[in-house]
């Protein structure tokens, strides 16, 4: 079943207003099903290590992932943003993950040319056998996020 826009957005809103008493960095994870979040799994069945500062949201493909779900996450309260899906050429749609390279290197620079600073929103590619580089991974885009503090930029005020 392909999830719909609402409720990925609806996924989206809870993931960044999880509050906390002292700050810890809130990273949305936009994986696709196939490869990324098949890498996460494989990841916990390894018990591999990794922070547990990530809000996992499965989509098909990374082609899915609309641009707004990123500036919806950042807005309703994450400090950060992932966005992985299958390595170039093993997209199971043939080419989603060529239209994401695509759409996300555009979107980059949205981001840059908006003032968001480097080191909210990461793009990557983990395939299904890469456990320990997802464990890596969130790791990495924790200490970064950690570095520059909680978001304030783009974070709706209530």
Not at 33 to 62: E, F, H, K, M, T
């Amino acid at each position: 079943m392909t999830p719909t826009t609402e409720g990925l957005c609806s996924q989206v809103e809870q993931g960044g207003q999880e509050a906390s008493a002292s700050w810890q960095p809130k990273v949305v994870a936009f994986l696709c099903n196939w490869c990324s979040y098949a890498g996460a799994d494989l990841a916990g069945i390894s018990r591999i290590q990794y922070p547990p500062n990530i809000r996992i949201i499965r989509v098909p493909c990374s082609g899915r992932i609309n641009p707004v779900f990123i500036l919806k996450a950042l807005q309703t309260g994450a400090d950060a943003v992932l966005v992985s899906g299958c390595h170039p050429g093993d997209c199971h749609y043939v080419s989603g993950n060529y239209y994401a390279r695509r759409k996300f290197e555009i979107f980059d620079r949205l981001l840059d040319y908006i003032g968001l600073e480097k080191g909210r929103v990461f793009f990557s590619w983990v395939s299904a056998a890469e456990g320990e580089n997802f464990g890596r991974l969130v790791k990495h885009v924790v200490d970064e996020v950690r570095k520059l503090g909680p978001a304030t930029k783009l974070v709706k005020a209530i």
